[in-house]
């Protein structure tokens, strides 16, 4: 069992930054892919980033790309998302998740979801 406690949203303005973290439970933290995802208000949830077990490769969507930076530390049961350059486009409540397996962009097959953290950019 692994439970996610996000935190780090609020209200920014374009072109601002903020860094999101994910803290982890539980001592198998290293065991896990994790991932970051995104709901809008009206739209389906989507993939914004994930990382393998030991932050040795990580993948983006193309919307945030070159802008937002998806990192780990084991050793504090975190993972963190950069983001940069925001555009009120990215406007959503923010979760991340635990996969066993790495899963990428497959968010059905991700094993633990946290609460999520909203995060709103004003133009």
């Known amino acids: 069992q692994v439970q996610l406690v996000e935190s780090g949203g609020g209200l920014v303005q374009a072109g601002g930054s903020l860094r999101l973290s994910c803290a982890a439970s539980g001592r198998t933290f290293s065991s896990y892919a994790m991932g970051w995802f995104r709901q809008a208000p009206g739209k389906e949830r989507e993939f914004v980033a994930a990382?393998?077990?030991?932050?040795?490769?990580?993948y983006y969507a193309d919307s945030v790309k070159g802008r937002f930076t998806i990192s780990r530390d084991n050793a504090k049961n975190t993972v963190y998302l950069q983001m940069s350059s925001l555009k009120p486009e990215d406007t959503a409540v923010y979760y991340c998740?635990?996969?066993?397996?790495?899963?990428?962009?497959?968010?059905?097959?991700?094993?633990?979801w946290g609460q999520g953290t909203q995060v709103t950019v004003s133009s």
């Open positions: 998740a635990a996969d066993l397996h790495y899963s990428g962009s497959n968010q059905y097959e991700y094993d633990y």
């Open positions: 990382i393998g077990w030991s932050g040795d490769f990580t």
